[in-house]
Protein backbone atom coordinates (compact mmCIF):
# COMPACT_ATOMS: atom_id res chain seq x y z
CA UNK A 1 0.00 0.00 0.00
CA UNK A 2 1.07 3.61 -0.33
CA UNK A 3 1.46 6.28 2.14
CA UNK A 4 -1.91 7.00 3.54
CA UNK A 5 -4.43 10.02 2.97
CA UNK A 6 -5.76 11.19 6.08
CA UNK A 7 -9.31 13.10 6.09
CA UNK A 8 -9.48 14.46 9.67
CA UNK A 9 -13.24 16.05 10.91
CA UNK A 10 -14.18 17.73 13.50
CA UNK A 11 -17.79 18.53 14.08
CA UNK A 12 -18.59 21.40 16.49
CA UNK A 13 -21.87 23.12 17.58
CA UNK A 14 -21.60 25.88 14.88
CA UNK A 15 -19.18 24.57 12.21
CA UNK A 16 -17.74 21.40 11.14
CA UNK A 17 -13.84 22.00 10.16
CA UNK A 18 -12.29 19.49 7.64
CA UNK A 19 -8.47 18.52 6.97
CA UNK A 20 -6.78 16.69 4.27
CA UNK A 21 -3.40 14.94 6.15
CA UNK A 22 -0.89 13.95 2.85
CA UNK A 23 1.51 11.81 4.24
CA UNK A 24 5.11 10.86 2.94
CA UNK A 25 6.72 7.84 5.32
CA UNK A 26 5.81 9.08 8.94
CA UNK A 27 5.37 12.97 7.98
CA UNK A 28 1.91 14.79 7.15
CA UNK A 29 1.41 17.67 5.99
CA UNK A 30 -1.75 19.09 5.86
CA UNK A 31 -2.87 19.94 2.47
CA UNK A 32 -6.22 21.53 2.27
CA UNK A 33 -8.70 22.88 4.99
CA UNK A 34 -12.16 23.71 4.83
CA UNK A 35 -14.71 24.96 6.92
CA UNK A 36 -18.89 23.97 6.45
CA UNK A 37 -21.60 25.30 8.68
CA UNK A 38 -22.94 22.28 10.88
CA UNK A 39 -26.21 21.32 9.69
CA UNK A 40 -28.39 19.04 11.96
CA UNK A 41 -31.08 18.47 9.41
CA UNK A 42 -28.65 18.19 6.19
CA UNK A 43 -28.61 14.73 4.63
CA UNK A 44 -25.51 12.56 3.98
CA UNK A 45 -26.41 12.77 0.02
CA UNK A 46 -26.35 16.40 0.40
CA UNK A 47 -23.04 16.35 2.40
CA UNK A 48 -21.78 13.99 -0.46
CA UNK A 49 -22.31 17.02 -2.96
CA UNK A 50 -20.37 19.71 -0.79
CA UNK A 51 -17.76 17.08 0.26
CA UNK A 52 -17.34 16.12 -4.01
CA UNK A 53 -17.31 19.86 -4.81
CA UNK A 54 -14.12 20.62 -1.90
CA UNK A 55 -12.39 18.27 -3.50
CA UNK A 56 -12.47 18.86 -6.48
CA UNK A 57 -11.76 22.51 -6.35
CA UNK A 58 -8.64 21.43 -4.95
CA UNK A 59 -8.17 18.91 -7.97
CA UNK A 60 -8.59 15.68 -5.91
CA UNK A 61 -10.78 12.98 -6.17
CA UNK A 62 -12.41 11.73 -2.66
CA UNK A 63 -11.55 8.38 -3.39
CA UNK A 64 -7.85 9.59 -2.64
CA UNK A 65 -8.56 9.30 1.38
CA UNK A 66 -7.72 6.33 2.62
CA UNK A 67 -8.40 6.70 6.38
CA UNK A 68 -10.54 8.94 7.78
CA UNK A 69 -11.06 10.05 11.89
CA UNK A 70 -13.99 12.30 13.54
CA UNK A 71 -14.70 14.24 16.20
CA UNK A 72 -18.39 15.65 17.31
CA UNK A 73 -19.60 17.51 20.05
CA UNK A 74 -22.99 17.23 18.00
CA UNK A 75 -24.26 13.33 18.57
CA UNK A 76 -27.08 13.48 16.15
CA UNK A 77 -24.73 14.39 13.06
CA UNK A 78 -22.24 11.24 13.86
CA UNK A 79 -24.66 9.08 11.98
CA UNK A 80 -24.85 11.31 8.99
CA UNK A 81 -20.70 11.53 8.83
CA UNK A 82 -20.51 7.83 9.11
CA UNK A 83 -22.51 6.86 6.04
CA UNK A 84 -20.81 10.23 4.40
CA UNK A 85 -17.31 8.19 4.63
CA UNK A 86 -19.02 5.55 3.99
CA UNK A 87 -20.19 6.58 0.67
CA UNK A 88 -17.30 8.50 -0.69
CA UNK A 89 -14.01 6.43 0.78
CA UNK A 90 -15.98 2.98 0.98
CA UNK A 91 -15.76 2.75 5.08
CA UNK A 92 -16.88 4.53 8.00
CA UNK A 93 -14.16 7.11 10.16
CA UNK A 94 -12.84 6.22 13.38
CA UNK A 95 -14.71 8.30 15.74
CA UNK A 96 -13.30 9.69 19.01
CA UNK A 97 -15.01 8.52 22.09
CA UNK A 98 -14.56 5.43 24.37
CA UNK A 99 -11.95 3.04 23.52
CA UNK A 100 -9.51 4.81 21.90
CA UNK A 101 -5.83 5.34 22.50
CA UNK A 102 -5.27 8.91 23.39
CA UNK A 103 -1.82 8.40 25.58
CA UNK A 104 -3.70 11.18 28.11
CA UNK A 105 -5.13 10.25 31.41
CA UNK A 106 -8.22 11.76 32.37
CA UNK A 107 -8.51 13.36 35.46
CA UNK A 108 -12.48 14.41 35.38
CA UNK A 109 -14.74 13.55 38.07
CA UNK A 110 -16.73 12.15 35.22
CA UNK A 111 -14.83 11.23 32.28
CA UNK A 112 -17.18 11.30 29.51
CA UNK A 113 -18.80 14.15 30.24
CA UNK A 114 -15.48 15.75 28.67
CA UNK A 115 -15.82 16.61 25.16
CA UNK A 116 -14.34 14.77 22.04
CA UNK A 117 -13.04 18.35 20.97
CA UNK A 118 -11.49 19.08 24.37
CA UNK A 119 -9.79 15.75 25.14
CA UNK A 120 -8.52 16.16 20.88
CA UNK A 121 -6.92 19.64 21.78
CA UNK A 122 -5.47 18.55 24.90
CA UNK A 123 -3.47 15.82 23.32
CA UNK A 124 -2.07 17.96 20.18
CA UNK A 125 -0.93 20.80 23.04
CA UNK A 126 1.28 18.31 25.00
CA UNK A 127 2.33 16.46 21.77
CA UNK A 128 3.23 20.07 20.16
CA UNK A 129 4.00 22.09 22.94
CA UNK A 130 4.37 19.81 26.24
CA UNK A 131 3.22 20.33 29.62
CA UNK A 132 1.87 21.62 32.02
CA UNK A 133 -0.24 23.53 29.31
CA UNK A 134 -3.45 25.63 28.88
CA UNK A 135 -5.37 25.23 25.32
CA UNK A 136 -7.48 28.14 24.74
CA UNK A 137 -10.46 27.17 21.92
CA UNK A 138 -12.13 30.04 20.95
CA UNK A 139 -15.55 28.23 19.56
CA UNK A 140 -19.49 28.31 19.86
CA UNK A 141 -18.08 28.08 23.83
CA UNK A 142 -14.70 29.18 24.56
CA UNK A 143 -12.89 26.60 26.42
CA UNK A 144 -9.92 26.45 28.54
CA UNK A 145 -8.43 23.10 29.00
CA UNK A 146 -5.87 22.30 31.03
CA UNK A 147 -2.96 19.37 30.56
CA UNK A 148 -0.27 19.05 33.58
CA UNK A 149 3.44 18.44 33.66
CA UNK A 150 2.63 14.56 33.41
CA UNK A 151 0.20 14.96 30.33
CA UNK A 152 -3.03 14.39 32.31
CA UNK A 153 -5.98 16.22 31.29
CA UNK A 154 -6.89 17.95 34.84
CA UNK A 155 -9.54 19.92 33.41
CA UNK A 156 -10.63 23.34 32.64
CA UNK A 157 -13.12 26.32 32.54
CA UNK A 158 -16.24 26.60 29.85
CA UNK A 159 -17.21 30.44 28.78
CA UNK A 160 -19.72 32.08 26.68
CA UNK A 161 -18.25 32.58 23.00
CA UNK A 162 -17.48 35.49 21.64
CA UNK A 163 -20.38 35.22 18.58
CA UNK A 164 -22.85 33.50 21.50
CA UNK A 165 -22.03 37.07 23.38
CA UNK A 166 -22.09 39.14 20.53
CA UNK A 167 -25.94 37.81 19.91
CA UNK A 168 -27.53 37.86 23.04
CA UNK A 169 -26.61 41.21 23.80
CA UNK A 170 -28.28 42.03 20.41
CA UNK A 171 -31.62 40.24 21.12
CA UNK A 172 -31.98 41.41 24.48
CA UNK A 173 -30.93 45.34 23.18
CA UNK A 174 -33.27 46.49 20.88
CA UNK A 175 -31.55 49.89 20.02
CA UNK A 176 -28.07 47.55 19.44
CA UNK A 177 -27.00 46.23 16.15
CA UNK A 178 -24.72 43.68 14.97
CA UNK A 179 -21.27 44.81 13.86
CA UNK A 180 -18.52 43.17 12.64
CA UNK A 181 -16.02 41.76 15.45
CA UNK A 182 -12.93 44.20 14.84
CA UNK A 183 -10.30 46.59 16.61
CA UNK A 184 -11.84 49.64 17.50
CA UNK A 185 -9.98 52.83 16.68
CA UNK A 186 -9.92 53.61 19.96
CA UNK A 187 -10.95 51.73 23.75
CA UNK A 188 -13.25 54.44 24.38
CA UNK A 189 -15.81 54.09 21.19
CA UNK A 190 -17.06 57.61 20.13
CA UNK A 191 -19.98 55.70 18.00
CA UNK A 192 -22.27 53.01 18.87
CA UNK A 193 -20.22 50.71 16.41
CA UNK A 194 -17.02 51.15 18.74
CA UNK A 195 -18.73 51.30 21.45
CA UNK A 196 -19.53 47.51 21.05
CA UNK A 197 -16.41 46.45 19.04
CA UNK A 198 -14.29 47.60 21.96
CA UNK A 199 -16.07 45.39 24.39
CA UNK A 200 -16.38 42.58 22.75
CA UNK A 201 -12.61 42.63 21.52
CA UNK A 202 -11.32 44.18 24.94
CA UNK A 203 -13.30 42.93 27.22
CA UNK A 204 -13.28 39.93 25.67
CA UNK A 205 -9.10 39.20 25.94
CA UNK A 206 -9.56 40.89 29.43
CA UNK A 207 -11.38 38.13 30.47
CA UNK A 208 -9.24 35.28 28.52
CA UNK A 209 -6.24 37.18 30.22
CA UNK A 210 -7.74 36.90 34.08
CA UNK A 211 -8.42 33.03 33.58
CA UNK A 212 -5.24 32.00 32.00
CA UNK A 213 -3.73 33.82 35.21
CA UNK A 214 -6.07 32.39 37.75
CA UNK A 215 -5.43 28.69 36.34
CA UNK A 216 -1.53 29.21 36.28
CA UNK A 217 -2.04 30.37 39.69
CA UNK A 218 -3.73 26.70 40.00
CA UNK A 219 -1.05 24.61 37.36
CA UNK A 220 2.05 26.71 37.41
CA UNK A 221 3.43 30.06 36.34
CA UNK A 222 5.36 27.93 33.57
CA UNK A 223 2.52 27.03 31.99
CA UNK A 224 2.16 27.20 28.15
CA UNK A 225 -1.10 29.12 26.84
CA UNK A 226 -1.91 27.92 23.24
CA UNK A 227 -4.96 29.64 21.10
CA UNK A 228 -7.03 28.15 18.52
CA UNK A 229 -10.25 28.52 17.13
CA UNK A 230 -11.51 30.95 14.37
CA UNK A 231 -10.96 34.04 16.43
CA UNK A 232 -7.32 32.95 18.31
CA UNK A 233 -5.30 35.70 16.02
CA UNK A 234 -8.04 38.20 16.88
CA UNK A 235 -7.91 38.03 20.64
CA UNK A 236 -4.19 36.62 21.06
CA UNK A 237 -3.31 40.02 19.82
CA UNK A 238 -4.61 42.14 22.07
CA UNK A 239 -3.88 39.45 25.35
CA UNK A 240 -0.74 39.26 27.20
CA UNK A 241 -0.81 35.29 28.52
CA UNK A 242 -1.42 33.45 25.23
CA UNK A 243 2.28 32.50 24.15
CA UNK A 244 1.13 30.88 20.71
CA UNK A 245 -1.90 30.38 18.23
CA UNK A 246 -2.29 27.52 16.45
CA UNK A 247 -5.18 27.52 14.23
CA UNK A 248 -5.46 23.84 13.19
CA UNK A 249 -4.99 22.64 16.74
CA UNK A 250 -7.71 20.17 16.57
CA UNK A 251 -6.70 19.14 12.87
CA UNK A 252 -3.13 18.19 14.37
CA UNK A 253 -4.81 16.67 17.62
CA UNK A 254 -7.38 14.26 15.14
CA UNK A 255 -3.98 13.67 13.20
CA UNK A 256 -2.03 12.38 16.37
CA UNK A 257 -4.91 9.98 17.82
CA UNK A 258 -5.21 8.36 14.26
CA UNK A 259 -1.62 7.89 14.62
CA UNK A 260 -1.88 6.90 18.35
CA UNK A 261 -3.96 4.20 17.01
CA UNK A 262 -3.23 3.15 13.65
CA UNK A 263 -1.54 -0.10 14.40
CA UNK A 264 -5.03 -0.77 16.12
CA UNK A 265 -7.04 -0.25 13.07
CA UNK A 266 -5.06 -2.08 10.74
Request: proline residues 5%; charged residues 20%.
Amino acid sequence: MGDPVLLVIDVGNTNVTLGVFDYQGPEATLSHHWRLSTQRTQTSDEVVISMTSLFASEGRQPRDVTHAILSSVVPPVVPIWERVCTKLFGHAPQIVGPGIRTGMPVRYENPHEVGADRIVNAVATFEIYGGPAIAVDFGTATTFDCISAQGEYLGGVICPGIQISMEALFERASKLHRVEIARPKSVIGRTTTGALQSGLLYGYAGLVDSMNTRIRGELGSEAKVVATGGLARLIAAECTTIDHVAPFLTLDGLRILFEKNRHDRA
